[in-house]
């Protein structure tokens, strides 16, 4: 009996990790484009890598799959201007060098408002 509860659970945990869902990874003019999902099977977060580093568009998601964020990378490092979505606000970040630059902040009153 001991050894069929222990088959029974290696059975359901080989399952359950099973369930897990991979990232997808592609070739786009000469770039990798990754795609990383959250368990539940919506997209987290997608963009490119060239030459190994992070380059190009990338986006990232809420469980929820609303965005959560946008912005660009060049050669590893952040750069432009990045937006990040909270649940009331919207922030604009500009980067230099992945360095922040500058920051500003909207509520989302402001913006129902223009």
Known sequence: MKNLVIAG???VSTLIFA?????????VDQMVKATYYYDNGQVKQEG?????????????????GTKQAIGEYK?????????????NTLSEVDFSNSKITDVKKWSREALAKN
């Open 9 to 11: 659970f290696l059975m």
């Open 75 to 87: 050669d590893g490092t952040k750069v432009g201007k990045w937006f990040f979505w909270g649940e």
């Open 48 to 64: 490119y890598y060239l030459n190994g580093k992070l380059h190009g568009k990338w986006v990232a998601y809420n469980e929820d």
């Open 19 to 27: 369930q897990e869902v991979k990232p997808k990874f592609e070739i």
